[in-house]
């Protein structure tokens, strides 16, 4: 299955898989009933990689010359979270580049938080663009700089676990599950020209479809899970919404939860909210607002949270309807007691195999 790329603006180009490539494999979906979870992982196996497609076919891509502020322009504006980044030379130009790594928007903020003066953040109402471009060595930084100046950090969030164009939807079921770190396999071919991607939401949706077919598993409830009784990482709704981002570095996560001065949970706030208003003039000093005006702000928080007593397959349809990446596991009184993430459903559901 071959891509063909386009530029567009922001540094960024999208590869779209030609047409008749999707309404193919959405026939094969249509077609296909899965009666027990034996005929089901016989279906995981027996699928290509690359037969999973993408929404609407696109993969963002980036090169690793490019200028990181371009880069960060085009996710903001295709409303990306992260995008594959390509090695590409006059003589693999059109081949489509060979695949490099992903860079994302944790590793911008890790870097602005590591490289800029906050405390002018705080002080003055500067605009976003205004501050980059005062600093020069921002301007002129680039993708490849970016990833390379915390290298052991960056191996870790973005671990390199491609899986060969031909290979068995199941290794990138038991990739996506197994590795840490890993939320998406980048499908390549034998000259590690990236083909497509396979995400952990991709397989979720196709876990959902399926769920009937998965056995006992589905009807397995949290607290038969004793690793996601875990502590939550957390902020209080009076602290700021920049603590929330510095946690999230610190931390090495992607999200926190949100407690009033009870210990409740009222909240979340994941990188992917610093995507979501990043296109304001204001973006700064925004960030020095309580988290719960922030989460105010954005209109929705991005909150889903259980019982302990629910069980997986109402999980999994519940971060797929709210189109999150993981729901908190509460108490009655409404504190959060675990947290189950995409992964952690892939892992359970895979071992039920």
Aim: charged share 25%.
């Amino acid at each position: 299955m071959e891509v063909e790329e386009k530029k567009l603006t922001g540094g960024v180009k999208v590869s779209a898989v030609p047409s008749e490539a999707r309404g193919a494999k959405r026939q094969h979906l249509e077609t296909n009933q899965y009666q027990t979870s034996a005929e089901f992982l016989q279906y995981l196996v027996r699928a290509k990689a690359e037969s999973l497609l993408l929404p609407e076919n696109r993969i963002y891509v980036c090169r690793r010359d490019e200028k990181i502020m371009n880069v960060w322009r085009g996710l903001i504006e295709h409303n990306f979270l992260s995008c594959p980044v390509l090695t590409i030379t006059d003589r693999h130009a059109q081949e489509g580049g060979h695949y490099y790594g992903f860079i994302d928007l944790m590793d911008v903020v890790r870097y602005i938080a590591q490289h800029f003066d906050i405390g002018k953040i705080q002080r003055e109402e500067m605009k976003w663009f205004d501050i980059v471009f005062e600093q020069k060595e921002w301007q002129d930084k680039t993708v490849a700089q970016v990833m390379s100046e915390t290298p052991a950090i960056y191996s870790r969030r973005n671990p390199w676990h491609p899986v060969l164009r031909g290979y068995s939807l199941f290794s990138a079921f038991e990739t996506l599950a197994r590795q840490r770190g890993v939320n998406r396999v980048p499908i390549i071919d034998t000259d590690n020209h990236l083909k497509t991607m396979v995400t952990q939401t991709q397989l979720l949706n196709v876990l959902v479809q399926w769920m009937d077919s998965l056995g006992g598993v589905k009807d397995k409830p949290m607290n038969t899970c004793p690793q996601l009784f875990k502590t939550v990482v957390c902020v209080k709704a009076t602290d700021s919404a920049m603590s929330a981002f510095n946690m999230m570095v610190d931390k090495d996560i992607v999200g926190v939860g949100v407690i009033d001065e009870a210990g409740r949970l009222t909240g979340n706030i994941s990188v992917r909210d610093l995507r979501a208003i990043s296109n304001t003039t204001n973006l700064w000093w925004r960030l020095m607002m309580k988290c719960s005006a922030y989460i105010s702000l954005l209109g929705q928080s991005g909150l889903v949270s259980v019982k302990s007593d629910a069980t997986i397959q109402q999980v999994c349809r519940l971060i797929q309807q709210k189109r999150v990446h993981r729901a908190y596991i509460c108490d009655d009184s409404g504190m959060p007691i675990g947290i189950v993430s995409i992964k952690d459903l892939l892992l359970e559901i895979l071992e039920s195999m």
